[in-house]
T-cell receptor
Framework: EAGVAQSPRYKIIEKRQSVAFWCNPI?????LYWYQQILGQGPKLLIQ????????DSQLPKDRFSAERLKGVDSTLKIQPAKLEDSAVYLC????????????FGQGTRLTVV | GQQVMQIPQYQHVQEGEDFTTYCNSS?????IQWYKQRPGGHPVFLIQ?????EVKKQKRLTFQFGEAKKNSSLHITATQTTDVGTYFC??????????????FGQGTILTVHP
């Protein structure tokens, strides 16, 4: 079974620039999560989708972050404009159902904002 | 919103000693999951607890879910150097508008000295 695919693996941008991350979940998984993990901290949930509907986006900074999951499969997370404090690893995960089964994580995208 | 507290933040042990990390939620949970993240890696699922008072074992690892479904613990017997990493609990909401939201604790960083 193929795992969760994320790209790019690494990205360096200047502050105020925009960036986009892509995630392809495991086939058949209804739930998709985007987490932000700052070095030394636990993953912080940014947005959780079930199919193409949003379960929770209460911690998504909506003035600069946006996410979509078209057709309930792939998802993109965008930051525009980026700030220094956005430097983190962005993890995408998917699970078969709504958090009542294990979440499978991708390798993550390490973002550095300079 | 839901808060998930995990203690201790760090634990340094000698190989062969035991290790325990605790997770507490401000709200009743649908289930709790435990993940391990190796340095430079992504979180990997260990186990899920669903029932009040549930205890599960995986070799040297013992997981417990509290009677009120608000707290959990992970205990490792006779640690080995391969146990090194950060252990996270992840709590799934039992109800409300964000049913199924998966929130991670801050994690416990375990180092094992040979």
């Amino acid at each position: 079974e193929a795992g969760v695919a994320q790209s790019p693996r690494y990205k360096i941008i200047e502050k105020r620039q925009s960036v986009a991350f892509w995630c392809n979940p495991i086939s058949g998984h209804a739930t998709l999560y985007w987490y932000q993990q700052i070095l030394g901290q636990g993953p912080k949930l940014l947005i959780q989708f079930q199919n193409n509907g949003v379960v929770d986006d209460s911690q998504l900074p909506k003035d600069r972050f946006s996410a979509e999951r078209l057709k309930g499969v792939d998802s993109t997370l965008k930051i525009q404009p980026a700030k220094l404090e956005d430097s983190a690893v962005y993890l995408c995960a998917s699970s078969f159902l709504v958090s009542d089964t294990e979440a499978f994580f991708g390798q993550g995208t390490r973002l550095t904002v300079v | 919103g839901q808060q998930v507290m995990q203690i201790p933040q760090y634990q340094h042990v000698q190989e062969g000693e035991d290790f325990t990390t605790y997770c507490n939620s401000s709200t009743t949970l649908s289930n709790i999951q435990w993940y391990k993240q190796r340095p430079g890696g992504h979180p990997v699922f260990l186990i899920q607890l669903v029932k009040s008072g549930e205890v599960k074992k995986q070799k040297r690892l013992t997981f417990q879910f509290g009677e009120a479904k608000k707290n959990s613990s992970l205990h490792i017997t006779a640690t080995q150097t391969t146990d090194v990493g950060t252990y996270f609990c992840a709590a799934a909401n039992a109800g409300g508008t964000s049913y199924g939201k998966l929130t991670f604790g801050q994690g416990t960083i375990l180092t094992v000295h040979p």
